[in-house]
């Protein structure tokens, strides 16, 4: 036989024993209408540690922390569930310890076969839940000041590096214009010049790529306005005349459903040069190459641009690799492999999504789906 009901000469009703005795995971508690709480389960000792002894005939604030207490919160559930019939809720409950509990919990208003209304107050411990959340949130916090932290060093070493490399570069031309015209003139140090000047070339196009990197991802895309893709094709065409000009691809364009975008210059004519950059770079011997480009609208306000051609392909297993910082897949061309993680980043940035599609000898298809 469970206890006696406080302020009645009435045994707990069977129909509340039996939500009591039933229930194994969730803590009952049942309260009057002036919130003194007159029953528990066992759940309640075994989530919060309080006993019968400790919560029968106590207000039931005890059970909120404080700060809940001052902004009554304990009087704001009682009086809902009094006015409406029920009540959820989700915050802390005190356990006996003084630990406090994040719980989800729903109050149902109601009477026994008396009549008499009562409270059915239910809880469910949610604090490992909780705690696995707060961790998740904190390591994502770090997650995402390392990865600030990194792309603000990329951003200023890159800067930082331009200086030392013009003035080797300088001093490089500086000695060649101090040798002896017989010294010039010697094949060992036209090549030995040659090569240094390559050296040098690729060092400051590494720097670049570093810059570009850092600096998409440090934009906030200010959106200049309505961008015309053919404006941005022609630019992207001029900027790689001489590989066009040399591989002389047959180029597709078609803008039709979707001309315009509102979206940054800078990053859409990045995006659309290195995706026909590659298109170029990755062509197959076997065959004249192919670039077909093409926008049309998709879901969730975005515009989604293709760039699909008939070049080398790219194995599925390497599909996820070349988004990746300084993935070459191939090495008879050149590059420093940052081109695709460019792009991916600034499409990050927008909201937006990148797929490819793509098959060995056959050729890929690259999807950038941008947000308006």
Not at 197 to 222: C, E, H, N, R, Y
Not at 254 to 269: A, H, T, W, Y
């Amino acid at each position: 036989m469970r206890n006696k009901l406080i302020n009645t000469n009435k045994e707990t009703s069977g129909f509340f024993s039996i939500i009591l005795e039933k229930l194994k995971v969730a803590s009952v508690f049942i309260l009057n209408k002036e919130g003194v709480i007159l029953d528990m389960n066992e759940a309640v000792t075994r989530s919060f540690g309080y006993t019968l002894e400790d919560v029968v005939g106590r207000y039931f604030d005890f059970l909120y922390i404080e700060e809940d207490r001052k902004r009554t919160l304990p009087e704001i559930e009682l009086g809902k569930v009094i006015e409406t019939g029920s009540s959820t809720d989700n915050n802390y409950v005190l356990h006996k310890n003084g630990e406090a509990i994040w719980t989800n919990g729903e109050s149902i208003y109601l009477g026994n076969e008396t009549n008499e209304p009562y409270i059915t107050k239910v809880v469910f411990n949610l604090n490992e839940q909780k705690k696995l959340e707060e961790s998740l949130k904190q390591k994502n916090e770090e997650l995402e000041k390392v990865n600030k932290d990194l792309d603000t060093f990329v951003y200023t070493a890159s800067h930082d590096l331009k200086a030392p490399i013009s003035n080797i570069e300088a001093l490089i031309l500086a000695l060649f214009d101090e040798l002896s015209p017989d010294s010039k003139d010697k094949e060992g140090v036209k090549e030995i010049m040659n090569m240094i000047q390559t050296s040098v070339d690729k060092f400051k196009i590494t720097i670049d790529d570093l810059s570009a990197i850092g600096k998409a991802a440090q934009d906030k895309l200010d959106h200049e306005g309505d961008v015309s893709f053919k404006e941005i094709l022609e630019d992207v065409k001029m900027n790689l005349q001489e590989s066009i000009e040399e591989i002389n691809p047959a180029i597709q364009e078609d803008f039709s459903q979707v001309p315009k975008i509102r979206f940054s210059k800078k990053n859409l004519r990045s995006i659309m040069q290195n995706l026909v950059s590659n298109a170029i770079k990755y062509h197959s011997p076997k065959r004249k190459p192919e670039i077909k480009i093409s926008t049309e609208a998709a879901e969730a306000n975005c515009v989604l641009l293709k760039v699909s051609d008939n070049g080398l392909g790219i194995k599925e297993e390497d599909k996820e690799r070349i988004f990746s910082m300084y993935q070459r897949l191939h090495n008879h061309v050149e590059g420093t492999g940052v081109g695709m993680n460019i792009i991916k980043r600034i499409v990050d940035n927008n909201g937006g999504a990148i797929e490819v599609e793509s098959e060995i000898d056959k050729g890929s298809t690259f999807k950038v789906y941008l947000k308006c």
